[in-house]
């Protein structure tokens, strides 16, 4: 096998353990004995993949989605492995026998949302794209400046 080969596969199980680390994840954030520091670099992570000012500009082809990946991955790790051994052991577990607070949460979810959750659930990889469009600054002005246009022509064609 090739060295690209090899980062695909190690991508692949990277990837389809992705759900056993968001288990584990939503575990600790909502048990109180994480302690609220590292709760706070879980959230400044996220706020830096959300937020459209990076280090790398997301313009930049492969790098500038590589930049905010690599930061939650690296926050994601650490998150984890600074959690109190005993509660990331516990929180572990359950991701992995499927009794994790997530699993809960979702099947709590789906009663609430009923048929609703499940379109979501189907609509979630165009939701994610837009999010994507939404990163970009010139498609943000572009969309806000055809809102506005639009505002404005319905304004201007009402009857007094």
Known sequence: MNLSGMRYMRLARLVWKLPTYARIVWGLVRDPRTPLPLKGLLAAGLAYVVVPIDLIPDAIPILGQADDLT?????????????????????????????ADLDRDLARLRQLLGSRYDEIRDR??????????????????????????????GKGSKPA
């Open 71 to 99: 930061v939650l991955l690296l926050v994601l790790d650490l998150f984890i492995a600074n959690a109190p051994a005993d509660v990331r052991a516990e929180h572990s577990e359950r991701a992995h026998n499927g009794t």
């Open 124 to 153: 979630l990889p165009d939701l994610l794209e837009r999010y994507g469009e939404l990163r970009d600054n010139k498609f943000v002005k572009r969309a806000l400046s055809d809102w506005r246009t639009r505002r404005l022509q």
